[in-house]
């Protein structure tokens, strides 16, 4: 007959192999999670403004790969910011989000844009097909109603031109809704905007209009706060 002691030895013994499918089991719980929050997950296409290239998302991209974004999932449109919106660079825009849809078999893609970018990717949504194809677009300080500083160099440039207040491009955007069909619609502005006059140009009817307070027109690109909020607006 066993001993009280050898009982308890023998039941210590066991405890590992009891554990084991527990713990097996909760790791296993535990990958399934990350991956259908994965798999729940839009890429993320990023364009720019004028005058500026992919690189200036160096800080959002680095937020977002923090927060479990893949560099699979991120992706930067880059263009030739001298055209024109609505007849060049918004069916640009358009062939490379079906590019990235290919290559990642997601059925929506989230647009983020700054300045310039916010106008190219809002036509594409409104004309070029991407109500469907759109899910979540930020805009980050963009002209959306125009901006009187374009004047400055519309003479020669024609996105200095789509830019400016009462442009074809701006009409055509902000005419009838604003933010149309089932696209989750954000922007971010700041009071201290040296290059989007006036400042309440950003926001738009329909839209999540988030204040970031005194910041220069460059700045919502590393500013934590931004960050957070269009990482916020990207999960909801």
Same mark, same amino acid.
């Given at each position: ?32 999670? %990350? ?40 992706? *930067? ?12 660079? *918004?069916?640009?825009? %358009? ?11 997601? %059925? ?26 759109? +899910?979540?677009?930020? *805009? ?74 005194? !910041?220069?027109?460059? +700045?919502? !690109?590393?500013? +934590? ?6 990482? %916020?607006?990207?999960?909801?």
């Amino acid at each position: 007959m066993l001993t009280t002691r050898q009982r308890l030895l023998a039941l210590l013994a066991l405890c590992p192999a009891l554990l084991a499918p527990a713990a097996a089991h909760a790791a296993d719980r535990g990958t399934v999670a %990350a991956s259908e929050q994965a798999a729940s997950r839009n890429p993320v296409v990023f364009v720019h403004g004028y005058n500026a290239d992919p690189g200036v998302w160096g800080a959002l991209r680095g937020d977002l790969r923090a927060a479990g974004y893949a560099d699979s999932e991120l992706f *930067s449109f880059g263009y030739d910011t001298h055209q024109s919106v609505n007849e060049v660079l *918004s069916g640009r825009l %358009a062939a490379y989000v079906e590019d990235v849809r290919r290559q990642t078999g997601a %059925a929506k893609v989230d647009v983020v844009a700054h300045s310039f970018g916010s106008l190219v990717s809002r036509w594409y949504v409104k004309f070029g097909g991407g109500g469907a194809t759109v +899910d979540h677009w930020v *805009s980050l300080a963009g002209p959306n109603r125009g901006t009187s500083t374009a004047w400055a160099c519309a003479l020669w440039d024609q996105a200095c031109r789509d830019m400016t207040p009462g442009s074809y491009v701006v009409r055509n955007l902000n005419g009838g809704d604003e933010t149309p069909g089932a696209v989750k619609y954000a922007t971010f502005w700041s009071n201290c905007d040296e290059v989007v006059n006036p400042d309440d140009s950003v926001p738009l009817t329909g839209a999540a209009n988030t204040p970031v307070g005194c !910041l220069k027109h460059n +700045d919502l !690109l590393g500013d +934590d706060g931004t960050s957070a909020g269009v990482r %916020a607006f990207l999960a909801s």
